[in-house]
């Protein structure tokens, strides 16, 4: 599937708030501080220029044709951080039930993102439910996906092939 190049972001975010302060070319400052990180390391990356698509499930539906349960639609996906060795790695601050969804989504959708070349790097390792029986770090582990804690990439991710 060919890259194809985002819209640059407008002066403020989907959700109505106001990127003053910050880069526009990011949409956290979380991005933001990581692609400096990378910078500074000499690390070559794109941001947002790849987007492919994926199945996702419709949960409560049924197929109008066949009575099957099993309805799914296409949806696409953008992660935040291509690195010039074809590692993917998406950046996240709070990592909700959507988002987790969606990136096993993603990662079973046999697409040229795959548990081979994606990463996720978290803000912090926060927990997932207010019980406290996971943290990010133990999700991934349990799905067999890398992910690391802070705003530097780890050096293994950023090596060439």
Same mark, same amino acid.
């Given at each position: 599937m060919p890259a194809r190049k985002r819209r640059p972001l407008s002066k403020k975010t989907s959700r109505g708030r106001s990127l003053k302060g910050r880069s526009p070319a990011f949409r956290s400052k979380f991005e933001e501080t990581i692609a400096s990180?990378?910078?500074? $390391? &000499?690390? *070559? +990356? #794109?941001?947002? @220029?790849?987007?492919? @698509?994926y199945q996702k499930e419709v949960r409560g539906s049924e197929c109008q044709a066949c009575g099957s349960t099993d309805v799914y639609t296409t949806a696409k996906y953008t992660p935040d951080f291509i690195l010039a060795n074809g590692i +993917?790695?998406? $950046? *996240? &601050? /709070? +990592? @909700?039930?959507?988002?987790?969804? /969606? =990136?096993? $989504?993603?990662?079973?959708?046999? %697409? !040229?993102i %795959?548990? #081979? %070349? +994606?990463? =996720?790097?978290f803000m912090y390792d926060n927990w997932l439910t207010k019980k406290k029986l996971k943290r990010y770090t133990d999700w991934c582990a349990q799905h067999d996906i890398q992910c690391a804690v802070g705003t530097e990439v780890p !050096?293994?991710? @950023?090596k060439k092939n």
């Open positions: 990180t990378l910078r500074v $390391a &000499g690390v *070559k +990356f #794109d941001y947002e @220029t790849v987007t492919v @698509t +993917f790695i998406e $950046a *996240k &601050g /709070k +990592f @909700t039930p959507r988002d987790r969804t /969606k =990136i096993l $989504a993603v990662l079973r959708s046999n %697409n !040229e %795959n548990r #081979d %070349n +994606f990463r =996720i790097l !050096e293994e991710w @950023t």
